[in-house]
């Protein structure tokens, strides 16, 4: 692994060539999710008064699951504090944001912001890291599933994106819950209970094959594309004792009009090194980062980066490796011998002992 270097290396010697335009909040980027509120809401009205076809509540369901995705995003960018610096303000929109994804905005920030963002990709401080093969064999559920051949364990794992991102929300909440003093524990109760006591109840009230269409379908479809671009930012980089943006980040390439309809979210070795900055200046970094460090920068289409990690394990082999016990290979993460433009991967024998 080449010489690591934090955030705030790279970060110092960048700022100085961008606008300052670039670290201001730009409060008109709610607007966008404006709109997704407004197709959201017509969405559900449509499906709770209506009788439709069934094709068309599958239609309808989709436009409202990457609506839930561009909230989500939204979200994301309003709790780093780019659009509306005000706490309370910041908060209240947060939690809109991310209602239909059921994660509250204090629970958000002390997960994402103040965890993941500070340890990315350290093996035992990052929450949303991939466990070791030590880590593995402490647990019988991971023995048993590695057990399994790669392309079973593979469909599973690529299946189980359009659940994860929930999955994981209730997983941070049991661990960072007892983290937040007593008197702020019952508001973060509150902005976790509260989105999934509206939508059970919605259930109640239009019945459960409308719901299926108003509800289940695009939370489904809103964690397949929230989680497309989640699964692709570290989990092909190494583990990293040093929060290294360059070597543990990954910035996927989208259509542009993908970029806009999901806030610049592709930027994500940007976003790591600017969390505070506008996203519409993600690209301008980009172009200084490539300056200065093209050997060190990673970038993928999407759906290459989609297909490498179908085609490699989860587990991390001395942090730079991904291993695979059931076969006994480790294959090379970015930057240790995985080329992100043919995606081929340096592959060995694996030599461990339980």
Known sequence: MKDLHSFGWYAKRIKPDLPKEAFKPVPARLFGGLAYVCVTVAGLLA????????????MISLVIGFSFA??????????????IRNPLARDILGAIAFFPLSTGPKLWRKWHNLTHHRHTQHDEMDPDAWPTLE????KKIFQWIYKLPHPVRATFSFASLAVQFSLHSIKMFTAYIKEFKPKKQPEVWLQAILPWVTWIGLLFVIGF?????AFLIPLLIANLIVMGYISTNHRLNPLTPVNDPLANSLTVTVPKWVDVLHFNFSYHTEHHLFPGMNPKYYPLVKEEIKKRWPERYHEMPLSQA???LWRTPRVYFKNNELADPQYGKVYGSLGNGLDPKNIRFR???LHWKK
Not at 135 to 138: E, I, Q, R
């Open 135 to 138: 880590k593995l064999f402490k």
């Open 47 to 58: 499906i709770s008064i209506f009788d439709l076809h069934i094709i068309v509540n599958i």
């Open 70 to 83: 561009g909230m989500g995003f939204l979200g994301h960018e309003i709790l780093h504090g780019t659009v």
């Open 306 to 308: 989609l297909k490498a």
């Open 347 to 349: 592959v060995k024998r």
């Open 209 to 213: 094959t409308k719901w299926v269409f």
